[in-house]
C-alpha cells in the first residue's frame, strides 16, 4: 500500500506535565480539532478518550500511557477548495499522553525514550511543580526538544508572567513566548500570536473557529516587548536570522525557520498558552507541533550496537534501511492478549515478517498490526520509519527490547527504571483466586517494568512492590477488576536497604567430606563501601590460579544472591565493593556449588563486621494548605522527621517543600485532610536513598523479626 504520509511530515511527541495541570483535558481538544473525536470528553465527567480505564476515570487522573494518532495542518494557512490539497498540507502526530502523578513516572520514562518531541503542559496558577521537575528532567536526559503550554488561564489566581518566571527560573532560561494572552483569569479572552502579530479568537460551541484580526492600540506595546523578546533571543542563537534582524530584513518564514532549527538543538523553547477546557490555545499548539518539533528525519541516525560483536551500528531514519524498532510498552488486552506498543526506527515491518528480538536472540513471526486510537484498535499491514504501532500476541517480548531484521541484528540501550520503594504482603482469598492471581501478577510485571511480585524467603507471603501507595491501589483494585481476582493485602513495608560503612576482609570456606567426593571450597574477600546509588561492584583480582577461572562464576553468583537477600534483615545490600583476591580449591572436591556456598559465607561475615546501617527511601514532598493551617502542617511535618527546605506562596494557598522519609508518610493524605479541613493537598516522589538514624536501626530489626513471626 506504501507510505501516505512522507516522514518529515510525521511527529511523534508526548503531552507531559504534573498532575492535574491539564495534560488530559487538552489531548482530549486535539482530538476533537483533528476530527479524531467528534465530541469532547471531559476528565471530571469521566467521558475522555485516553483516560479509559476505569481507575483513571474514578480518579480523573491518567495511569497508563495512551497512544493516539491524528492529522493537522497549521491553523493560519488558508483552506483549499478541494480535500486532496488540504490532505497534502496535513501531518501526521502520533501522541502520547502520559500520567503526571508520580507514581507512574515510568510510563512517562518509556514515552520519551521512544519519542522525537514532546508539549510541556503547565498549570497557569501554580506554574512550575514537583512532577513539573521531573518530567522536564526526564525529557532531558533522552534530549527530547519540547514546547511549554501554561494551561487554566482562565482560573483565579493564574498569572502567566508569574508561570514563565518559574519555567526561567526552575527549568530553563531558553522558554521564550510565542503567544501571549489577552487579559487574564475571568477576563481571559484571546490570544496574541507574536510571530504574525495577530489577535486570535476562538469562536463557535467548542472554540473551533480560529478568527484572527488585527492587534488593536492598546495592547500593540505589550505584544512588542514580547515579540522583542522573541527576536533578540532568536539573534542569540540563530547567527543566520541575526544578520536579517540586524538589518531589519526578514519574513514570517524567516522566523518560523529560525524558531524551528533552535528548538530542535534545544536553544528556544517556544511558550504557549491558553485554556484548554474553555477551548482557547489548543490550536496554535497544534501549529507549534508540527512548525517546530522536529520529524524522525531532523534526528541523529539511529545507533545501536551489534549484539555479537559489540560493534557499533548506525542506521538511518528511513524506510529503505533494515527494519529496526524499539518495545516501549506491553499492555493487557482481554480481547486479544498483548499489544506490544514499538517504535519503528528504521525499515518497514509488514504483517507476516519474521522479526529476531536480540535480547533472547529468538525469532517470531508478526501475525497482526495495529496503531491505536486510545483503546481503539485499528488493524493495518504495515508500519513505516517513525511509525508507533503495537503488535498483537505475542509472548516472550519485554519493555526495552530490541526488534529487528534477522540479517542486520541490532541492539539499542534499553530503558533503566527505579526499584520500588514500597511493599505490601498480599493474597487470594480463595483457591480459586490463588491459580489465577499468579498468572495475572506476572501479566502486571510485564506491562509496567517497576511493578515487581517476590516470595518473602521467610514467611513464604507473596509480596508486591511500588513506586507508592497508589501505585499499589491501582495494580490491586486492576486483579478485582480486570482479572476477577479477589485478595487480601497487609500494610504497606518500606524497601529499606542494607549497607557497610567500613573496608574489611572476610573468609569463607565451605568443607565437606562424607564418604565418596566431598565439597571443597575456600574464598578470601575484602569489602568496600561505595558512594550512594552506586550498587554493586564485583573485582576478580585472582592472580596464578590460586581459583580457576571456571569457579569465579559461581563465587559472582553466590555474592550476587547474597546482596538480593541481604544479611541483617533480608532487605537487598547496595553500595558495596567486593574484591575476591585470595582463597584455595581441591583437584577433586571443589564445585561450583562449594565455591557459590562459600562465597555466601564470606560475604555474610564481611557485612556483619563492617558496620552495616540500613537505608531508606526519602520522598520528595509539595504540601498546598491555606496560610491558617500553616503552623498545624509544619509541626506535623517535623513529627515526620522532615527537612523543610522552602515555604512559598502560590495565589492564596503556602507552598510547603520538604525531604521527608517514606516511612513516615503512609496515611498521610488522609491526615492532611483532617488538618486543614479538606482544603490541603500534597505531592510526593522518589528522591534518594539515605542512612536511617541509629536510634531507629535497632526498631527495624525487631519490627522485621516481628512480621516473621
Same mark, same amino acid.
Given at each position: 500500500?506504501?507510505?501516505?504520509?512522507?516522514?518529515?511530515?510525521?511527529?511523534?511527541?508526548?503531552?507531559?506535565?504534573?498532575?492535574?495541570?491539564?495534560?488530559?483535558?487538552?489531548?482530549?481538544?486535539?482530538?476533537?480539532?483533528?476530527?479524531?473525536?467528534?465530541?469532547?470528553?471531559?476528565?471530571?465527567?469521566?467521558?475522555?478518550?485516553?483516560?479509559? *480505564?476505569?481507575q483513571e476515570r474514578e480518579r480523573g487522573i491518567t495511569i497508563t500511557a495512551a497512544s493516539v494518532t491524528c492529522f493537522w495542518s497549521p491553523s493560519y494557512l488558508e483552506k483549499s477548495k478541494t480535500k486532496e490539497e488540504n490532505i497534502q498540507k496535513e501531518y501526521k502526530i502520533n501522541i502520547i499522553d502520559t500520567p503526571g502523578h508520580v507514581d507512574?513516572?515510568?510510563?512517562?520514562?518509556?514515552?520519551?525514550? /521512544?519519542?522525537?518531541?514532546?508539549?510541556?503542559?503547565?498549570?497557569?496558577?501554580?506554574?512550575?511543580?514537583?512532577?513539573?521537575?521531573?518530567?522536564?528532567?526526564?525529557?532531558?536526559?533522552?534530549?527530547?526538544?519540547?514546547?511549554? =503550554?501554561?494551561?487554566?488561564?482562565?482560573?483565579?489566581?493564574?498569572?502567566?508572567?508569574?508561570?514563565?518566571?518559574?519555567?526561567?527560573?526552575?527549568?530553563?532560561?531558553?522558554?521564550?513566548?510565542?503567544?501571549? +494572552?489577552?487579559?487574564?483569569?475571568?477576563?481571559?479572552?484571546?490570544?496574541?500570536?507574536?510571530?504574525?502579530?495577530?489577535?486570535?479568537?476562538?469562536?463557535?460551541?467548542?472554540?473551533?473557529?480560529?478568527?484572527?484580526?488585527?492587534?488593536?492600540?492598546?495592547?500593540?506595546?505589550?505584544?512588542?516587548?514580547?515579540?522583542?523578546? *522573541?527576536?533578540?533571543?532568536?539573534?542569540?542563537?540563530?547567527?543566520?536570522?541575526?544578520?536579517?534582524?540586524?538589518?531589519?530584513?526578514?519574513?514570517?518564514?524567516?522566523?518560523?525557520?529560525?524558531?524551528?532549527?533552535?528548538?530542535?538543538?534545544?536553544?528556544?523553547?517556544?511558550?504557549?498558552?491558553?485554556?484548554?477546557?474553555?477551548?482557547?490555545?489548543?490550536?496554535?499548539?497544534?501549529?507549534?507541533?508540527?512548525?517546530?518539533? +522536529?520529524?524522525?528525519?531532523?534526528?541523529?541516525?539511529?545507533?545501536?550496537?551489534?549484539?555479537?560483536?559489540?560493534?557499533?551500528?548506525?542506521?538511518?531514519?528511513?524506510?529503505?534501511?533494515?527494519?529496526?524498532?524499539?518495545?516501549?510498552?506491553?499492555?493487557?488486552?482481554?480481547?486479544?492478549?498483548?499489544?506490544?506498543?514499538?517504535?519503528? #526506527?528504521?525499515?518497514?515491518?509488514?504483517?507476516?515478517?519474521?522479526?529476531?528480538?536480540?535480547?533472547?536472540?529468538?525469532?517470531?513471526?508478526?501475525?497482526?498490526?495495529?496503531?491505536?486510537?486510545?483503546?481503539?484498535?485499528?488493524?493495518?499491514?504495515?508500519?513505516?520509519?517513525?511509525?508507533?504501532?503495537?503488535?498483537?500476541?505475542? %509472548?516472550?517480548?519485554?519493555?526495552?527490547?530490541?526488534?529487528?531484521?534477522?540479517?542486520?541484528?541490532?541492539?539499542?540501550?534499553?530503558?533503566? =527504571?527505579?526499584?520500588? /520503594?514500597?511493599?505490601? %504482603?498480599?493474597?487470594?482469598?480463595?483457591?480459586?483466586?490463588?491459580?489465577?492471581?499468579?498468572?495475572?501478577?506476572?501479566?502486571?510485571?510485564?506491562?509496567?517494568?517497576?511493578?515487581?511480585?517476590?516470595?518473602? +524467603?521467610?514467611?513464604?507471603?507473596?509480596?508486591?512492590?511500588?513506586?507508592?501507595?497508589?501505585?499499589?491501589?491501582?495494580?490491586?483494585?486492576?486483579?478485582?477488576?480486570?482479572?476477577?481476582?479477589?485478595?487480601?493485602?497487609? *500494610?504497606?513495608?518500606?524497601? #529499606?536497604?542494607?549497607?557497610?560503612?567500613?573496608?574489611?576482609?572476610?573468609?569463607?570456606?565451605?568443607?565437606?567430606?562424607?564418604?565418596?567426593?566431598?565439597?571443597?571450597?575456600?574464598?578470601?574477600?575484602?569489602?568496600?563501601?561505595?558512594?550512594?546509588?552506586?550498587?554493586?561492584?564485583?573485582?576478580?583480582?585472582?592472580?596464578?590460579?590460586?581459583?580457576?577461572?571456571?569457579?569465579?562464576?559461581?563465587?559472582?553468583?553466590?555474592?550476587?544472591?547474597?546482596?538480593?537477600?541481604?544479611?541483617?534483615?533480608?532487605?537487598?545490600?547496595?553500595?558495596?565493593?567486593?574484591?575476591?583476591?585470595?582463597?584455595? =580449591?581441591?583437584?577433586?572436591?571443589?564445585?561450583?556449588?562449594?565455591?557459590?556456598?562459600?562465597?555466601?559465607?564470606?560475604?555474610?561475615?564481611?557485612?556483619?563486621?563492617?558496620?552495616?546501617?540500613?537505608?531508606?527511601?526519602?520522598?520528595?514532598?509539595?504540601?498546598?494548605?491555606?496560610?491558617?493551617?500553616?503552623?498545624?502542617?509544619?509541626?506535623?511535618?517535623?513529627?515526620?522527621?522532615?527537612?523543610?527546605?522552602?515555604?512559598?506562596?502560590?495565589?492564596?494557598?503556602?507552598?510547603?517543600?520538604?525531604?521527608?522519609?517514606?516511612?513516615?508518610?503512609?496515611?498521610?493524605?488522609?491526615?492532611?485532610?483532617?488538618?486543614?479541613?479538606?482544603?490541603?493537598?500534597?505531592?510526593?516522589?522518589?528522591?534518594?536513598?539515605?542512612? /536511617?538514624?541509629? #536510634?531507629?536501626?535497632?526498631?527495624?530489626?525487631?519490627?522485621?523479626?516481628?512480621?516473621?513471626?
Amino acid at each position: 500500500m506504501g507510505r501516505l504520509y512522507p516522514l518529515e511530515k510525521t511527529r511523534n511527541i508526548g503531552i507531559i506535565a504534573h498532575i492535574d495541570a491539564g495534560k488530559t483535558t487538552t489531548t482530549e481538544r486535539v482530538l476533537y480539532y483533528t476530527g479524531v473525536s467528534h465530541k469532547i470528553g471531559e476528565v471530571h465527567e469521566g467521558t475522555t478518550i485516553t483516560d479509559w *480505564m476505569p481507575q483513571e476515570r474514578e480518579r480523573g487522573i491518567t495511569i497508563t500511557a495512551a497512544s493516539v494518532t491524528c492529522f493537522w495542518s497549521p491553523s493560519y494557512l488558508e483552506k483549499s477548495k478541494t480535500k486532496e490539497e488540504n490532505i497534502q498540507k496535513e501531518y501526521k502526530i502520533n501522541i502520547i499522553d502520559t500520567p503526571g502523578h508520580v507514581d507512574f513516572t515510568a510510563e512517562v520514562e518509556r514515552s520519551l525514550r /521512544v519519542l522525537d518531541g514532546a508539549v510541556v503542559v503547565f498549570d497557569g496558577v501554580q506554574g512550575v511543580e514537583a512532577q513539573s521537575e521531573t518530567v522536564w528532567h526526564q525529557a532531558d536526559k533522552y534530549n527530547v526538544p519540547r514546547i511549554c =503550554f501554561i494551561n487554566k488561564l482562565d482560573r483565579m489566581g493564574a498569572s502567566f508572567e508569574d508561570s514563565l518566571k518559574s519555567i526561567n527560573e526552575r527549568l530553563t532560561k531558553n522558554a521564550i513566548p510565542v503567544v501571549i +494572552p489577552v487579559g487574564i483569569e475571568e477576563n481571559f479572552s484571546s490570544l496574541i500570536d507574536l510571530i504574525r502579530m495577530e489577535i486570535v479568537d476562538f469562536q463557535g460551541e467548542k472554540g473551533e473557529i480560529v478568527i484572527r484580526k488585527p492587534i488593536p492600540d492598546n495592547l500593540i506595546s505589550e505584544a512588542e516587548k514580547y515579540r522583542k523578546l *522573541m527576536l533578540e533571543k532568536l539573534s542569540e542563537v540563530d547567527e543566520e536570522f541575526m544578520n536579517k534582524y540586524l538589518e531589519d530584513n526578514f519574513t514570517e518564514s524567516d522566523i518560523r525557520s529560525a524558531i524551528r532549527q533552535s528548538c530542535i538543538k534545544y536553544q528556544f523553547i517556544p511558550v504557549y498558552c491558553g485554556s484548554s477546557l474553555k477551548n482557547k490555545g489548543v490550536q496554535l499548539v497544534l501549529d507549534g507541533v508540527v512548525d517546530f518539533l +522536529p520529524s524522525p528525519l531532523d534526528l541523529e541516525e539511529v545507533r545501536g550496537f551489534d549484539p555479537k560483536t559489540n560493534s557499533e551500528i548506525i542506521l538511518k531514519p528511513s524506510d529503505n534501511e533494515p527494519f529496526s524498532a524499539l518495545i516501549f510498552k506491553l499492555a493487557i488486552d482481554q480481547f486479544v492478549g498483548t499489544l506490544t506498543y514499538v517504535r519503528v #526506527y528504521s525499515g518497514v515491518l509488514k504483517r507476516g515478517d519474521v522479526i529476531l528480538n536480540t535480547r533472547t536472540n529468538e525469532s517470531f513471526r508478526v501475525g497482526r498490526l495495529v496503531v491505536m486510537h486510545a483503546n481503539q484498535r485499528e488493524e493495518i499491514e504495515e508500519l513505516f520509519a517513525g511509525d508507533i504501532g503495537a503488535i498483537v500476541g505475542v %509472548k516472550n517480548l519485554k519493555t526495552g527490547d530490541t526488534i529487528c531484521d534477522p540479517k542486520t541484528p541490532i541492539m539499542f540501550e534499553s530503558i533503566k =527504571f527505579n526499584e520500588p /520503594v514500597i511493599w505490601l %504482603k498480599i493474597e487470594p482469598k480463595t483457591k480459586q483466586d490463588q491459580e489465577k492471581m499468579g498468572i495475572y501478577l506476572k501479566a502486571l510485571t510485564d506491562e509496567d517494568p517497576t511493578f515487581k511480585i517476590k516470595v518473602d +524467603p521467610e514467611t513464604g507471603d507473596t509480596l508486591i512492590g511500588g513506586m507508592g501507595e497508589l501505585h499499589l491501589e491501582i495494580m490491586v483494585d486492576r486483579l478485582r477488576r480486570e482479572f476477577r481476582v479477589e485478595t487480601n493485602v497487609g *500494610m504497606p513495608q518500606v524497601a #529499606y536497604r542494607e549497607t557497610i560503612t567500613k573496608t574489611v576482609e572476610a573468609e569463607g570456606k565451605y568443607i565437606r567430606q562424607s564418604g565418596g567426593r566431598g565439597q571443597y571450597g575456600h574464598v578470601v574477600i575484602k569489602v568496600d563501601p561505595l558512594e550512594r546509588n552506586k550498587g554493586f561492584e564485583f573485582v576478580n583480582a585472582i592472580k596464578g590460579g590460586i581459583i580457576p577461572d571456571n569457579f569465579i562464576p559461581a563465587i559472582e553468583k553466590g555474592l550476587r544472591e547474597t546482596i538480593e537477600k541481604g544479611v541483617i534483615a533480608n532487605y537487598p545490600l547496595t553500595d558495596i565493593k567486593i574484591t575476591l583476591f585470595d582463597g584455595s =580449591f581441591h583437584e577433586v572436591d571443589s564445585s561450583d556449588l562449594a565455591f557459590k556456598i562459600a562465597a555466601e559465607i564470606a560475604l555474610k561475615d564481611a557485612v556483619k563486621k563492617a558496620n552495616p546501617i540500613f537505608l531508606e527511601p526519602i520522598m520528595k514532598l509539595e504540601v498546598f494548605t491555606p496560610q491558617e493551617f500553616l503552623g498545624d502542617i509544619t509541626g506535623d511535618l517535623a513529627s515526620r522527621r522532615a527537612k523543610i527546605e522552602e515555604v512559598l506562596d502560590v495565589g492564596e494557598l503556602k507552598k510547603i517543600l520538604a525531604k521527608v522519609p517514606l516511612a513516615e508518610m503512609f496515611g498521610y493524605v488522609t491526615i492532611l485532610r483532617s488538618l486543614t479541613q479538606g482544603r490541603g493537598f500534597s505531592y510526593m516522589e522518589f528522591y534518594n536513598y539515605q542512612e /536511617v538514624p541509629q #536510634y531507629l536501626f535497632d526498631n527495624i530489626i525487631s519490627n522485621k523479626q516481628g512480621i516473621k513471626k
